[in-house]
Nanobody, 122 residues
Framework: VQLQASGGGLVQAGGSLRLSCAAS????????MGWFRQAPGKEREFVGY???????YYADSVKGRFTISRDYTRNTVSLQLNSLKPEDTAAYFC?????????????????WGQGTLVTVSS
């Protein structure tokens, strides 16, 4: 199983970015696909997920600004980041879990991609 995250970069506050996570070795429709982020010196924190039925759930800190979607034909999950703030600066990680129900904890996810860095300047 491989999860390949991409799309990070440097953006000004108020700007947007779109991150992608390409999956191989698993079919994303059968997994909960999550996004986490880790800022320098901080713990990795939950951002949001999209469930196997297309249901989404977001952390309060990003709700209304970030959107997760899936492309079945490309077996890819995307994270659209809008209205970015300097505090959104972090490495963003995609992850997959076969667990059912609510999946907001790191230890619920068994597959992880490498991070892609998002830097938001003020």
């Amino acid at each position: 199983v491989q999860l390949q995250a991409s799309g990070g970069g440097l953006v000004q506050a108020g700007g947007s970015l779109r991150l992608s996570c390409a999956a191989s070795g698993l079919t994303i429709s059968r997994y909960i696909m999550g996004w986490f982020r880790q800022a320098p010196g901080k713990e990795r924190e939950f951002v949001g997920y999209i469930g196997s039925y297309g249901d989404t759930y977001y952390a309060d800190s990003v709700k209304g600004r970030f959107t997760i979607s899936r492309d079945y034909t490309r077996n890819t999950v995307s994270l659209q980041l809008n209205s970015l703030k300097p505090e959104d600066t972090a490495a963003y990680f995609c992850a997959a879990t076969e667990t059912t129900g609510h999946a907001t904890r790191r230890n619920q996810y068994s597959h992880w991609g490498q991070g892609t860095l998002v830097t938001v300047s003020s």
